[in-house]
């Protein structure tokens, strides 16, 4: 069994920060790209930052310049540091990642259970 576990959503106050851990944790053999999403009610799920196994990154548009992801390969585990929050950076932030089982039998992508960031005075 594979799973990925959030932590470090909170409230804060605009133009704050905060930082999100993922670490995924089972039966794994190497993971690949990892990345994080937010989603609002009613709303799709959209893409907010991606990094490969490598280390390239990827960007939405509204995050950049805010926002960093980094990784742990050693620990599983991916980050996102999240600065000069905006009220709009409301949202579920979900944890991402494509990951081969420990038997290299299977490639999956695995979903975290979210973790909430409210941005507000």
């Known amino acids: 069994q594979v799973q990925l576990v959030e932590s470090g959503g909170g409230l804060v106050q605009p133009g704050g920060s905060l930082r999100l851990s993922c670490a995924a944790s089972g039966s794994i053999a190497n993971i690949y790209t990892m990345g994080w999403y937010r989603q609002t009610p009613g709303k799709q799920r959209d893409l907010v930052a991606t990094?490969?196994?490598?280390?390239?990154?990827n960007y939405a548009d509204s995050v950049k310049g805010r926002f960093t992801i980094s990784r742990d390969n050693a620990k599983n585990t991916v980050y996102l540091q999240l600065n000069s929050l905006k009220p709009e950076d409301t949202a579920v932030y979900y944890c991402?990642?494509?990951?081969?089982?420990?038997?290299?039998?299977?490639?999956?992508?695995?979903w975290g259970q979210g973790t909430q960031v409210s941005v507000s005075s």
């Open positions: 990094i490969t196994r490598s280390g390239s990154t």
């Open positions: 991402n990642a494509d990951i081969m089982n420990s038997a290299y039998t299977i490639l999956y992508n695995y």
